[in-house]
């Protein structure tokens, strides 16, 4: 589904990634984990077009993302959740979540608006509610979501438990269980692994810009 290789990302003259490489097989959920400074935001970024890559290839289908343009990514089926949830202030919460309708399109948005829904019954309870009104761990739902209208194939999702109350870290990480059994392909980026012991299949850490050590951990 996405194969990195050769990944090599600079932030003016500091090299920030060095020759990474990693891989999210199709319906795999895997992880990035990494202390903060790491890399992993960087990362993301870059794959979704925010950063510019200096070298390597990031495949997705027959695509690779590093040579198109940041618009056209999400248009491919791939969601992206940043670590500080990026919600227009002056939007409500479904606004937020409707953003990428109003980008690219989707065909069929009521009908993914009702499944993330169903999916995340809290973000419906909430959906009239203007983005500045809600907890840090809401706020983090409402990303999910809007990440999820685009992300049909794909999600990258950069530290979506750091920061929140437990009660709602819980939440989302069933959410992810959830979608786990649905099949999505999910890149999940985490300073560690304790909430998700059980739901990832492949387990990448980095250290320093560079992937240090893969795991599997599929039954």
Known sequence: MLKVQGLDVDIGVTPILRQVSLEVPTGGMCGLIGRNGAGKTTFMRSVMGLLKAKTGSAGFDHHDLIKIPDYERARLGIGYMPEDRKLVPSLTAEENI???VWSTGIADAETRLQWIY?????????????STSLSGGQQKMVALA??????ERLLLLDEPTEGIAPVLARRIIDVLSNLKKEGLSVLIAESNDTHLKGLLDRTYVIE??????????AA
């Open 98 to 100: 409707m953003i990428p």
């Open 118 to 130: 169903d999916l995340i019954p809290e973000a419906k309870e909430f959906r009239a509610r203007p």
């Open 146 to 151: 809007r990440a999820l209208m685009v992300g």
């Open 208 to 217: 320093r810009g560079s992937v240090q050590q893969q795991e599997s951990t």
